[in-house]
C-alpha cells in the first residue's frame, strides 16, 4: 500500500507538471521568436537609415561604409544581412556567399518590401537548407522606396534558447519530482505504519490476547477513529468472552455437585429396586427433588447469561400491576407457610425496564423472604415513586443478615445457609436485570429484624 501512495502522488505531481510546463514551453518558444524578430526589426530599420544616403547617391564609397557597417553588425549579432536597391539587386551583403550585384527580387520578403511592406516570418531557405527568420523593411525617402533591407537569423538559434530554458525547467521539475517523491514516501510511511501497527494489534488479538489496544495518538483522524472503532470492537468481544468464560465455568462448578447427587441416588436405587422397593422410592423421590434443582439452576444459568449478552431495550411498564399479580400468585404457597403477603402500592407505578425484569425481582425477593420468613409473620410488597427512580421492596419479618453478607448477597452461587435448597444465583439474576434497565439493586437489615430487599427502576 505505501508504494501505491507514493505512485499516486508522484502520479500527480508528473500530471500537474505536464499541465503547467508543456504550454509554459510553448509560450517561451513564442516570446523567445517574438523577441528575436524584434530585434531584428529594430536593427532593420537602423540599417535602412544608414543606407538610404548611399543606395540614393549611388556611390561606391557610400556602399563600401555600409558594407563595412553590416559586417560588423554580422559579426556581433550572426545575422546576415542583405541591402538591395529598387530593383532588388544586391549592393551590400554581409555573407561573402552573397555576391553583390545577385537579383533578389524573386525572394517574396524582398517583394513584398519593394512594394513598401514590412514583412517578418519563418521559412526554409534552400540556399543556407535550414529554417530562417527573415525580417524586410523598405528603405524609403519620402513617398519613394529606394531599396530593401533584409536581415536572416538561423531558426535554430531560437530552438537552443528556448532549449536551455527548457533544460533549466526540466531540472526544476525533476527537483520537484524528487521532493514530492520524498514527501510522498514519508506520508505514506506515515499512513501504512499506523495500519501496520493495527494489523500488528489485530494479529495478536485473534491470536487470543485480547488485552492488547491500537494506539490513539498520532496519525490521520481517519487512522484514530479507525482505531477507536477497533478498541470498541476489542471491548465488547473481551467482555463477551469473559462472560462466556464465567458461565462455562460457573455452569461446569455447579452442575458437577446435582449432577454427582443425583447419579448416586440412581445408582442407590437400582441397588434397592428389588430388595426395598419402599427405600428406592424414597431415593426415587430424592432424585426427583435433585432434578428440579438442576432445572432451576439450569434456568437461573441461562438467564442470567442472556442478560449480559448484550444491551437489551427497555419498556414502560406498570409496576404496580405486577406486584399485585406476583402477590396473587404466591398467596397460596405463603398460606401453607402461615405467612401472609401484604402490598402497599400505588395504584400505578410505571417505569422503564427490559422485559420480564420486575416481575422476576418480585419472585426471586418473595422466594426468599419465604425461606427465612417465620410462621405467623408477613411478608409485604412495597412500591414507592419519586421523580427519578420507583423503588420496588419486598420485606420480611426473618433473622436479616450479617453486615459482610448483605455485600456479597448479589454475587453468583453465594448462600446464606449451607443448607438452603436455592442455586445462588436468584439475587444475581436480580442484580444483573435491574443494573440492564438502568437501576439499582440494595439489601438493608430492618429493625428489629427483618431485610428489606430492594430494586430501584427508573421512572417513566
Known sequence: MRWRLVAALLGLTLVVLLVHDIPLTNYLRTVENDRIVTALERDSFVIAGRSEEALEAGTAGKSTYVQDAIKSYSAKSGARVVITDNKGIAIATSDSTDTVGTSFASRKEIADALAGKVTTGRRFSSTLNHQILYVAVPVLNGSRTLGVVRITFPASAVDDAVTARIRGISTVAGITLLVAALVALIIATGVTSRLTKLRQVTEEFSNGDFSVRAELSGGAPEIQSLARSFNKMADQLEKLIAQQRAFAADASHQLRTPLTALTLRLERVSELLALDPVAAADRLDAAMIETDRLQRLVEGLLV??????????????????????????????????????????????????????????????????????????????????????????????????????????????????SDAHGSGIGLAIVDRLVDASGGRAELVNRSPSGLEASAYFPTA
Open 304 to 417: 442470567l447469561s442472556r442478560s449480559e449478552a448484550k444491551a437489551i431495550d427497555t419498556t414502560k411498564q406498570d409496576a404496580s400491576a405486577f406486584a399485585r399479580e406476583r402477590a396473587e400468585n404466591w398467596d397460596a404457597l405463603a398460606a401453607e407457610q402461615g405467612v401472609a403477603i401484604a402490598l402497599t402500592i400505588p395504584k400505578v407505578a410505571y417505569v422503564q425496564a427490559i422485559s420480564g425484569a420486575v416481575e422476576q425481582v418480585i419472585d426471586n425477593y418473595i422466594d426468599n423472604a419465604l425461606e427465612v420468613a417465620p410462621e405467623g409473620s408477613t411478608i409485604t410488597i412495597s412500591i414507592s415513586v419519586d421523580p427519578d427512580f420507583t423503588k420496588i421492596s419486598v420485606l420480611d419479618e426473618g433473622p436479616g443478615l450479617p453486615p459482610a453478607d448483605l455485600a456479597r448477597a448479589f454475587n453468583r452461587f453465594w448462600r446464606a445457609r
